[in-house]
């Protein structure tokens, strides 16, 4: 395995299922928690879904028209428990936790950035629940949204079989957060959708913040990060509040992992102007 220590997170990667070894696991130490950042699918991207940027900064940050698009969920064992973040489409993560040596019925629990499909698609197949001991938890006005006021069947078909194991949190503003579990902070990031909430991992003086879909197209988001994509629900707030935690990850150098970020989808961020820098880890 491959090592590195940035700002203190000692870091490896493994391969798994044919991917090369830079393209399947990256596996993060951030104190007493290891945390396993999960390749679930990879492709290129189209920037047509980018708002806001200019044809000079796509010629600049996007020169060949296309990028390269990762969707990816978080697993992080702690001393005590075993917590998933997010479920992707439902597909490489299964291969991924058999490698690792977890079974889906030792999650203890999903915690949700929100409930776009490719975040919520590992929890249910045919109406059983992929993580049978596992309870879900989401804010509550993500789950609002997506199941009252939006009724969207899939998200509605996502948490039915978890029943009365559905827990919702009222997030907190970066810096404070609701802490679900020891270690464990749930911060607001509204603007992709109305409830998106980012975790902040923290142990032994040592914090990762895995911040879901705050981002989309890093080559472009980081110079530019008022530029939004057309899957936000808010796209100004969305803006917004990904130079508030930019800011706040750069200033307190806090490493960061994301979603949509390419593998090893996890680093280090910099202020670089008016804009921000990514220093990935390899």
């Known amino acids: 395995m491959k090592r590195k220590i940035i700002l203190g997170i000692v870091c490896g990667m493994a391969a798994i299922n044919g991917f090369a070894a830079d393209e399947a696991i990256f596996t993060c130490r951030v104190g007493d928690f290891t945390v396993h950042l999960l390749v679930e699918n990879q492709g290129q991207g189209n920037p047509s879904i980018l708002l806001g940027a200019s044809k000079d900064a796509l010629n600049r940050y996007i020169p060949g028209g296309t990028y390269r698009s990762e969707v990816n969920t978080v697993l992080v064992r702690g001393p005590d428990r075993t917590l998933l973040i997010d479920t992707g489409f439902g597909g490489r993560i299964f291969d991924h936790l058999k490698t690792l040596g977890v079974d889906p019925g030792q999650v203890d629990a ?23 001991r596992a309870s879900v938890y989401l804010a509550q006005q ?9 009724a969207n069947h899939g998200a509605v078909a996502a948490l039915a079989p978890y029943g009365s194991r559905v827990h919702t949190f009222l997030p907190k503003a970066i810096g404070a957060g609701e802490e679900l ?10 603007g992709h959708t109305p409830g998106h909430t980012i975790y902040q991992i923290e142990s032994n003086g040592q914090k990762l913040l895995v911040w879901g879909d705050l981002m989309h197209v890093e080559d472009i988001q980081f110079p ?25 990850a750069a200033q307190n150098r806090i490493p960061i992992a994301g979603m949509h970020l ?3 989808a996890a680093g ?8 921000y820098r990514f220093s990935p880890l390899n």
């Not at 993500?142 to 939006?150: G, I, L, M, N, S």
């Open 110 to 132: 999903v915690l949700l950035t929100h409930m776009h499909g490719d975040h919520i698609g590992g929890l249910q197949k045919g109406g059983n629940a992929m993580f049978p």
């Open 142 to 150: 993500e789950k609002a949204y997506w199941t009252e006021t939006a």
């Open 181 to 190: 579990f020891p270690g464990v902070r749930a911060i607001a990031a509204f």
């Open 224 to 248: 530019l990060p008022a530029v939004s994509v057309s899957y936000d629900t808010d796209p100004q707030a969305a803006g917004i509040v990904r130079k508030q935690i930019l800011d706040y």
């Open 262 to 264: 390419r593998y090893p």
């Open 268 to 275: 280090g961020v910099t202020a670089d102007g008016a804009g």
